[in-house]
């Protein structure tokens, strides 16, 4: 899944380590510990406010729920209040709102990949007319505005609130893909690349907040199906691709006007449109609440609490929680954080360097952590550097085969990513086959990803070159579900979310690579395809002696 390789990495983070988010796993399969309903026994809760306990008793409750979560806060208060919430989102359990709420955050989902997806399929015609030096400059103006995005709007929606970042990310995407229509030159359409990519990449960090800010424990399960709307995306883009870019494109760039090359502007503006219509159902027909730990937060604690009792009413159901509850977590002299520097704090907590050091605690989980993030980093690297030039290489090849037609072109990538849909599938049953399990899934299809590169090398017509490419994303599927799960499983609980982290990281930097390299390899060449061959094939080797295998154990 390369457009979107932190996605889940990112998502998981905020599900499994942030008490802001409460749900922690403590189970080696993924089973939801109910967090949710179990802290209340050790924090100042419901219980505790009716049974009439005095201030110090409430005080040694909050240590006593801080102990629990692993960290120690500088904002207890805050922690303590969310642990409430945590449990009256559970009480009032799944319902309406939270299953329309699953729907329009799909579009964040399918936008995380629909984008670069369009980065990659226009990257022929755009090189065909404005005939750039470097035409990897395009991709790594993508890269750059993904990680700009995901920094921005990450820390951003902290400060002025889920609800403003939910729809402007989307709002942000659709105006700047809409707008590369007109561009008159190279620079332009990388700029608008930076650009709506800076609306993409917020779509993960802000759509997985506001969702598990509102998904009890019991459906967690339900971010690994959002996954459906990356696939859906990916089929979507080339079904369109197909017709515009096959037909209304320059077949090389010999005499290649805007006139006779209008395919692919006409490809934005529908991608544009696409989510424009994503953002207009979000902000007119479904009305999103306020994160309630955003306002209490922000010491809104009545606007938290109201937003409950509102999401209990779409559901058909009543909540118990009051203002009295998350007051009782205020002890004697000890008042929480609520200006803007407090949220930017709490949120740079996620990065606390003991954290990180637990992380490398002993010799062999410090293996192991720097054995995953090397893995993360090559695969970041490897996976770009083919797939997202994937169309623009068909295309050469097609030409020295005799059949590089920008209809054949556009069909192939169709079909390559009506292939890859299975993949995550059968990587979901691969990683509970004894003998095999996440190891040694992961570690097969990494290979056959490498191998299928290497073997398109040796393709002789357009058909066999169609059918390694088909295999390298089937493989390349299987190989991103299975290290999507593998991940989190092998970090300590209490420090998951930051070794979700420093695997996201990694990826993101050495993607950002990917183009940079493409530049000076050369991709008349088939140096870059050697070189991602390269990468998976080491990534492969790395993982069969990672020290931990996840399959039917229990937490670290």
Not at 125 to 143: C, D, G, I
Request: hydrophobic residues 45%; charged residues 15%.
């Amino acid at each position: 899944m390369p457009t979107s390789t932190i996605r889940d990495a990112e998502a998981q983070h905020l599900l499994q380590h942030d008490p802001e988010e409460g749900h922690e796993m403590n189970s080696i399969g993924g089973e939801p510990s109910k967090t949710g309903e179990d802290s209340l026994d050790g924090s100042p809760s419901r219980k505790q406010s009716e049974n009439g306990e005095d201030a110090a008793s409430q005080e040694e409750g909050l240590v006593v729920g801080i102990q629990e979560t692993g960290t120690v806060s500088t904002d207890p208060v805050y922690e303590a209040k969310a642990r409430v919430l945590n449990a009256a989102i559970q009480e009032i359990g799944m319902g309406w709102y939270q299953w329309q709420l699953f729907v329009v955050v799909g579009f964040g989902w399918a936008n995380d990949n629909l984008w670069p997806i369009v980065t990659s399929l226009i990257l022929t015609p755009v090189a065909n007319e404005f005939k750039p030096p470097h035409p990897p400059v395009l991709s790594l103006a993508q890269n750059i505005g993904l990680l700009a995005g995901a920094m921005f709007w990450g820390f951003g929606c902290d400060i002025f609130g889920r609800k403003l970042a939910f729809n402007l990310t989307l709002l942000v995407t659709a105006v700047f893909g809409l707008l590369a229509f007109s561009s008159p030159n190279f620079a332009a359409i990388c700029s608008f690349s930076a650009l709506w990519s800076f609306g993409v990449g917020g779509n993960l960090p802000v759509d997985s907040a506001v969702f598990l800010e509102f998904l009890p424990g019991s459906h967690q399960y339900l971010l690994t199906v959002l996954s459906i709307d990356w696939a859906i995306a990916q089929v979507v883009a080339t079904l369109i691709a197909w017709p515009l870019l096959g037909h209304l494109t320059c077949q090389s760039d010999e005499n290649c006007t805007r006139g006779g090359n209008m395919g692919w502007r006409y490809f934005v503006v529908v991608m544009g449109a696409i989510s424009m219509i994503e953002f207009v159902i979000r902000f007119l027909f479904f009305t999103v609440y306020e994160s309630p730990k955003y306002l209490m937060g922000k010491g809104l604690d009545e606007q938290a609490v109201k937003v409950v009792h509102e999401v209990a009413r779409r559901n058909g159901k009543t909540s118990t929680l009051t203002i009295e509850d998350l007051k009782s977590c205020e002890p004697r002299g000890v008042r929480q954080q609520t200006n803007t520097r407090a949220a930017l704090k709490r949120k740079l907590e996620k990065l606390d360097l003991s954290h990180v050091r637990a992380l490398f605690a002993t010799r062999k989980l410090a293996f192991s952590t720097g054995l995953i993030m090397t893995i993360w980093a090559l695969i970041g690297l490897g996976y770009p550097l083919y797939n997202n030039f994937l169309p623009y290489l068909q295309s050469l090849r097609g030409v020295k085969f005799g059949d590089g037609s920008t209809y054949v072109t556009y069909r192939d990538s169709l079909i390559v990513a009506v292939v890859g849909i299975p993949g995550a599938l059968i990587g979901g049953y691969l990683v509970e086959v004894p003998r095999l399990g996440r190891k040694g899934t992961l570690c097969l299809a990494t290979l056959l990803t490498g191998g299928s590169l290497y073997g398109s090398t040796s393709a002789l017509t357009s058909g066999a070159l169609l059918g390694w490419n088909c295999g390298f994303n089937f493989a390349g599927n299987i190989m991103y579900s299975v290290l999507y799960a593998y991940t989190p499983e092998i970090f300590p609980t209490k420090d998951r979310g930051t070794g979700n982290a420093l695997t996201a990281t990694s990826n993101r930097i050495f993607g950002i690579m990917a183009p940079i390299i493409a530049m000076f390899a050369n991709l008349r060449t088939a140096a870059p395809v050697y070189t991602s061959g390269a990468l998976f094939f080491l990534a492969g080797l790395l993982v069969a002696i990672l020290p931990f295998e996840s399959r039917g154990k229990a937490s670290l």
